[in-house]
């Protein structure tokens, strides 16, 4: 799998899922992940085969977030597992559809032992605090991010609160790929928000 830079990770999006994702693919956003903690399995279902039909014949690849049954059952290109969901190797035995697997580690251990089970890419974070989730991982920081970056031949997505302010040191810190959670999701334009963290991308890479 190549690199592909930003990656959207669509949470409770004031604009409403469809609008979050429409402006994804329109922006040129190469991967998308609906993730909806607690949410009823039918409401995910129907958000998920929404965001199916939106990406469907464009270059934004779809995953889901956590459960592989339900990123089938729609049509997903992929999910994205966490340490203490199914493993990379039964996600792949089971559901042979989904293409992409991805697995999130949060130290370096954790990045080496992703290497035995050869995700299509992993997920390195958080790099700094965010409120996403109940009970939040330890941050990172860029540099052990940019370590574990460095230490695996697949893909790795930086993420944990990336926004327009540390963007900058994201991508001087060497960081291919970095995912955005409430910098789009918590706009009431994500068009905007996205062009905007990809312009900020590109003046850092000069």
């Known amino acids: 799998m190549e690199d592909f830079g930003f990656y959207l990770v669509i949470t409770n999006p004031v604009s409403g899922y469809a609008k979050c994702c429409e402006a994804a693919v329109k922006a040129g956003v190469k991967m998308v992940q609906l993730r909806m903690k607690k949410a009823p399995r039918a409401d995910i279902v129907r958000e998920g085969r929404e965001l199916r039909r939106i990406t469907l014949g ?60 050869a995700p299509d890419y992993i997920g390195t974070g958080p790099c700094w605090a965010t409120p996403t989730k109940d009970i939040p991982d330890p941050t990172l920081g860029l540099i052990t991010a940019a370590q574990m970056h460095r230490l695996v031949p697949y893909p790795a997505v930086a993420i944990g609160g990336i926004d327009s302010s540390n963007l900058p040191q994201v991508i001087k810190a060497g960081i291919k790929n970095w995912a955005v959670v409430r910098a789009v999701c918590q706009a009431s334009d994500p068009y905007a928000a996205i062009r905007g963290l990809l312009a900020i991308a590109e003046e850092a890479r000069c």
């Open 58 to 117: 464009t270059a934004t690849r779809f995953i889901v977030n956590d459960d592989p049954e339900i990123a089938a059952e729609v049509g997903a290109d992929g999910v994205h597992v966490g340490q203490d969901d199914m493993r990379v190797k039964d996600v792949r035995h089971k559901y042979p559809m989904l293409k992409i697997v991805g697995l999130s580690t949060h130290n370096l251990a954790q990045a080496q032992a992703s290497l035995a089970e």
